[in-house]
């Protein structure tokens, strides 16, 4: 065996410093590996997620979660199906968990709420020319919820659908209503409508009445995710609701949330009202929309200060430029898309 020469010695000692260099890299991934651990199978870590969207995160004492960037401030309580999303409250299809120093939230909630809300051009799907349909509630012998001085709710939504559509005019968007004047029109004519148009949005209009007269503000719904539940809303029955199965409605999982969180920040603003949140139900029209839909509740008639102010002429015209307002940032957001981009499962 002749004499090794030096520049293998030498390389020999470089490889060994390399070596010892990626066995401490190796090790510290698995430390780190070990400080956050595989969430639960269909969870995924509040904190990654907003890691990878730039957002800074941090718990707020025990239960409150907070994450924000320049253009987004997201907050979360423990437990709890409440979103705040830039001041505006969504309610995701199950609760948030805290598990040690992390933050789960569902993965359908990440993928059809918190992601699409992040990136919302990233979740809609580029149409040309878009086609809205406006469906008045009610009409005929159904005239839905008495205003304060007997003014029926299918009068004050057809009022609404015809403002919403003068304030779209000359803006490319095709509207349509399911009615045009005082009659009475299934649910399943408003769906065959939507199918016919064939609509790109779907929007039900409705005003909100209560036994508890004390409730004011406005909601937006949009249908639960498949085997999630409906968010319990004001004289609901004390039978908690049913999770839902797949539908019609549940393809278009996070362009309704884009759309219901576009039109309910839309409608907030506009009017000043309270802010009852993006909510989910298991409504007919909803359920079997054969597009992006969902439905606004733009009051309490059953209130007496927000009952009066429905009636009148101005308060009608803000609930309609809030609702306009929301169709036309979404349809423009849905016309700068970009390729979906679904979050890998850690
Ligand atoms: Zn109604």
Same mark, same amino acid.
């Given at each position: 065996?002749?004499?090794?020469?030096?520049?293998?010695?030498?390389?020999?000692?470089?490889?060994?410093?390399?070596?010892?260099?990626?066995?401490?890299?190796?090790?510290?991934?698995?430390?780190?590996?070990?400080?956050?651990?595989?969430?639960?199978?269909?969870?995924?870590?509040?904190?990654?997620?907003?890691?990878?969207?730039?957002?800074?995160?941090?718990?707020?004492?025990?239960?409150?979660?907070?994450?924000?960037?320049?253009?987004?401030?997201?907050?979360?309580?423990?437990?709890?199906?409440?979103?705040?999303?830039?001041?505006?409250?969504?309610?995701?299809?199950?609760?948030?968990?805290?598990?040690?120093?992390?933050?789960?939230?569902?993965?359908?909630?990440?993928? #059809?709420? =918190?992601?699409?809300?992040?990136?919302?051009? !990233?979740? $809609?799907?580029?149409? +040309?020319?878009? @086609?809205? %349909?406006?469906?008045?509630?009610?009409?005929?012998?159904?005239?839905?919820?008495?205003?304060?001085?007997?003014?029926?709710?299918?009068? #004050?939504? =057809?009022?609404?659908?015809?403002?919403?559509? !003068?304030? $779209?005019?000359?803006? +490319?968007?095709? @509207?349509? %209503?399911?009615?045009?004047?005082?009659?009475?029109?299934?649910?399943?004519?408003?769906?065959?409508?939507?199918?016919?148009?064939?609509?790109?949005? =779907?929007?039900?209009?409705?005003?909100?009445?209560?036994?508890?007269?004390?409730?004011?503000?406005?909601?937006?719904?949009?249908?639960?995710?498949?085997?999630?539940?409906?968010?319990?809303?004001?004289?609901?029955?004390?039978?908690?609701?049913?999770?839902?199965?797949?539908?019609?409605?549940?393809?278009?999982?996070?362009?309704?949330?884009?759309?219901?969180?576009?039109?309910?920040?839309?409608?907030?603003?506009?009017?000043?009202?309270?802010?009852?949140?993006?909510?989910?139900?298991?409504?007919?029209?909803?359920?079997?929309?054969?597009?992006?839909?969902?439905?606004?509740?733009?009051?309490?008639?059953?209130?007496?200060?927000?009952?009066?102010?429905?009636?009148?002429?101005?308060?009608?015209?803000?609930?309609?430029?809030?609702?306009?307002?929301?169709?036309?940032?979404?349809?423009?957001?849905?016309?700068?898309?970009?390729?979906?981009?679904?979050?890998?499962?850690?």
């Amino acid at each position: 065996m002749g004499v090794i020469p030096k520049w293998k010695w030498a390389g020999g000692g470089w490889g060994g410093r390399m070596a010892a260099l990626w066995g401490l890299l190796f090790w510290s991934f698995v430390s780190m590996a070990e400080a956050q651990p595989t969430p639960p199978s269909g969870w995924v870590r509040l904190n990654y997620l907003a890691a990878r969207q730039g957002l800074t995160a941090r718990s707020e004492g025990l239960r409150r979660w907070v994450a924000w960037n320049r253009s987004f401030r997201v907050e979360l309580e423990e437990k709890s199906r409440r979103m705040v999303f830039n001041g505006v409250s969504v309610y995701l299809n199950a609760e948030v968990r805290r598990s040690g120093s992390d933050w789960l939230i569902t993965s359908v909630d990440a993928n #059809t709420i =918190l992601m699409p809300l992040l990136t919302p051009s !990233a979740s $809609l799907v580029a149409v +040309g020319s878009q @086609v809205v %349909l406006l469906d008045p509630g009610h009409g005929g012998d159904d005239p839905g919820a008495p205003g304060p001085d007997r003014t029926p709710e299918k009068k #004050t939504t =057809l009022d609404i659908a015809r403002r919403v559509r !003068a304030k $779209l005019k000359d803006t +490319g968007i095709t @509207v349509r %209503l399911t009615r045009e004047s005082d009659h009475i029109l299934p649910l399943e004519s408003r769906i065959f409508a939507a199918k016919q148009a064939p609509a790109d949005l =779907l929007v039900s209009i409705h005003f909100n009445s209560s036994g508890n007269r004390t409730v004011s503000g406005v909601e937006t719904y949009m249908m639960p995710a498949p085997g999630f539940s409906a968010t319990t809303s004001v004289g609901a029955s004390r039978r908690p609701p049913r999770p839902v199965s797949t539908c019609s409605g549940s393809r278009f999982g996070a362009m309704n949330s884009v759309l219901a969180w576009y039109l309910h920040k839309g409608m907030v603003s506009a009017i000043g009202a309270d802010d009852r949140g993006v909510r989910q139900a298991n409504f007919y029209v909803l359920r079997n929309a054969p597009c992006p839909a969902v439905l606004v509740e733009c009051g309490y008639l059953s209130n007496g200060s927000e009952g009066s102010r429905i009636l009148t002429e101005a308060h009608r015209e803000r609930i309609a430029t809030g609702v306009a307002r929301g169709i036309m940032t979404y349809v423009s957001r849905s016309r700068e898309n970009k390729a979906p981009r679904p979050i890998e499962m850690q």
